[in-house]
């Protein structure tokens, strides 16, 4: 299962550039990678740790802004069409299950 969340944050004061750059940090320290400029990816192994992330954005959430959470099965992401300028990239691959040592 995917986690993506979106969000529009206010930048125009220096602490509202702060917030958000902080609110993106943390979602780095929770192991989202950057899909675009106000869009984070996660891959969760349960639909459990799926809330649980959604339990620590929220509280990592800034004042202002708007931010949604959309989550998604590893069949509806494999099926996302990505384009690089006209080239259109590969399909995306679920990441395997990680292996224990």
């Not at 400029?37 to 800034?62: D, G, I, K, N, W």
Request: hydrophobic residues 40%; positive net charge.
């Amino acid at each position: 299962m995917w986690m993506l969340v979106m969000f529009d944050l206010p930048v125009v004061t220096k602490p509202e550039r702060k917030a958000a750059n902080e609110f993106r940090l943390n979602l780095l320290d929770m192991g989202f990678l950057r899909s675009q400029l106000s869009v984070y990816m996660r891959f969760c192994t349960s639909h459990t740790q799926v809330q649980t992330y959604c339990q620590r954005v929220e509280q990592a959430l800034p004042l202002g802004g708007q931010v949604n959470i959309l989550q998604m099965t590893d069949k509806q992401y494999e099926r996302i069409i990505s384009f690089q300028g006209r080239k259109c990239m590969p399909a995306k691959k679920t990441p395997d299950q990680f292996d224990l040592f």
